[in-house]
């Protein structure tokens, strides 16, 4: 199985920035895709950015420009780089992690998440 870890988040004021990260274990970064998703109170989760082991990426539209998503193969670490957060990007964070190489968008194609982290944003 693969195993995650967590950090960051926090409280920010709009137009400010935080950077998420995620600690896998379990299985080699060419093996696993990561992704980032978001749960808004009341909403479903939903998919924000991922990252294949050869780092290829994709976002959601509503974050393209202002997220960045990277990967450190060494570490076996992913990252999400927040910048330009507005208020609707107030949400808990999970990392997730499928093994094999696609991107893929859906929460149930992912078989691992991490415990969460709260991403909140004043105006």
């Known amino acids: 199985q693969v195993q995650l870890v967590e950090s960051g988040g926090g409280l920010v004021q709009a137009g400010g920035s935080l950077r998420l990260s995620c600690a896998a274990s379990?299985?080699?970064?060419?093996?696993?895709?990561m992704g980032w998703f978001r749960q808004a109170p009341g909403k479903e989760r939903e998919f924000v950015a991922a990252?294949?082991?050869?780092?290829?990426?994709f976002y959601t539209n509503s974050v393209k420009g202002r997220f960045t998503i990277s990967r450190d193969n060494a570490k076996n670490t992913v990252y999400l780089q927040m910048n330009s957060l507005k208020p609707e990007d107030t949400a808990v964070y999970y990392c997730?992690?499928?093994?094999?190489?696609?991107?893929?968008?859906?929460?149930?194609?992912?078989?691992?998440w991490g415990q969460g982290t709260q991403v909140t944003v004043s105006s």
């Open positions: 997730a992690a499928r093994v094999g190489a696609a991107i893929l968008l859906r929460v149930y194609d992912y078989a691992y």
């Open positions: 379990g299985r080699t970064a060419s093996t696993v895709t």
């Open positions: 990252i294949s082991g050869r780092d290829n990426t």
